[in-house]
C-alpha cells in the first residue's frame, strides 16, 4: 500500500466496477433452444466507479451487423469495446469496426438475489433468475497478443432480454454445467477489476 513505484512488467489497475452480460441464443416458438445455432447476439452493461478511461455506465451491443453502444460518454464507451469487451468469449463471434454510439441515461438495479436491470431511453438489459455465485479469477486473461488479471464475483443467471429503441431481440441464454456450479450466457459479475 502506498506510494510504492511500479515494477517493470507490473500490472496497473485499469477498471473497478461491475459488468453484466447476456448472450442471446435461438429458440423455437416453444421458447426451447435451437440446438447448435450459436448467439445472434451478445450485450455487455458496465458500471465503472474508476477506470482509466473514465467512470459511469455504458451498454455494448455486438451483432453480425456491427457494435453499438449507449452511454453518455462515447469515448468510454469505445475504449471500453476496444480494450475489454471485443476479447471476451461471448463477443468474439461478432467482428469489431467502427462502434455507433447512441447517446443514453440509465437508471440501474441491482438485487444480488434476483437480478439486475438497466433501463435506458434507447436500450434496456434485463438479467434475472441468479443461479450461483462464487468468486472468479483469471490472472492472464487474454486481450489479443497481451493478457489483464481480471477478478469478480460471478453470478450465473437464467434469464434475460436486451431490448434496443422498444423492439426486444428474440432469443434466450444458454445454461450449462461446469466444474464449479452452473454457468450461463447471461451472468453478473460484481465486485470486478482488471489490471493490464
Known amino acids: 500500500m502506498g506510494n510504492t513505484p511500479a515494477r517493470p512488467g507490473r500490472r496497473n489497475v ?31 452493461f458496465w458500471v465503472a466507479d474508476w477506470s482509466r478511461w473514465g467512470t459511469g455506465t455504458v451498454l455494448m451491443v455486438a451483432t453480425l451487423q456491427g457494435w453499438r453502444s449507449y452511454g453518455s460518454n462515447e469515448f468510454f464507451a469505445s475504449s471500453l469495446a476496444t480494450e475489454l469487451t471485443r476479447f471476451f ?19 440501474v438495479e441491482l438485487d444480488l438475489e434476483r437480478g ?22 483469471a490472472p492472464d486473461f487474454q486481450l489479443g497478443p497481451a493478457s489483464a488479471s481480471m477478478s469478480n ?9 436486451l431490448s434496443e429503441f422498444g423492439v426486444e431481440w428474440p432469443g434466450a441464454p444458454t445454461v450449462y454445467p461446469g466444474p464449479r456450479g452452473p454457468s450461463s450466457s447471461a451472468y ?3 465486485g470486478e477489476s482488471w489490471a493490464l
Open 14 to 44: 485499469a477498471l473497478i466496477g461491475a459488468n453484466f452480460g447476456l448472450a442471446l441464443h435461438p429458440v423455437d416458438r416453444n421458447g426451447v433452444h435451437i440446438p447448435g445455432e450459436p448467439a445472434s447476439c451478445f450485450a455487455s
Open 89 to 107: 468469449p461471448e463477443a468474439t463471434r461478432f467482428p469489431l469496426g467502427a462502434v455507433s454510439h447512441t447517446q443514453d441515461e440509465f437508471d
Open 116 to 137: 439486475f436491470r438497466a433501463t435506458g431511453r434507447r436500450a434496456a438489459l434485463e438479467i434475472s433468475g441468479v443461479l450461483d455465485r462464487r468468486q472468479f479469477s
Open 153 to 161: 464475483v460471478y453470478h450465473p443467471c437464467s434469464g434475460g432480454k
Open 188 to 190: 453478473m459479475a460484481v
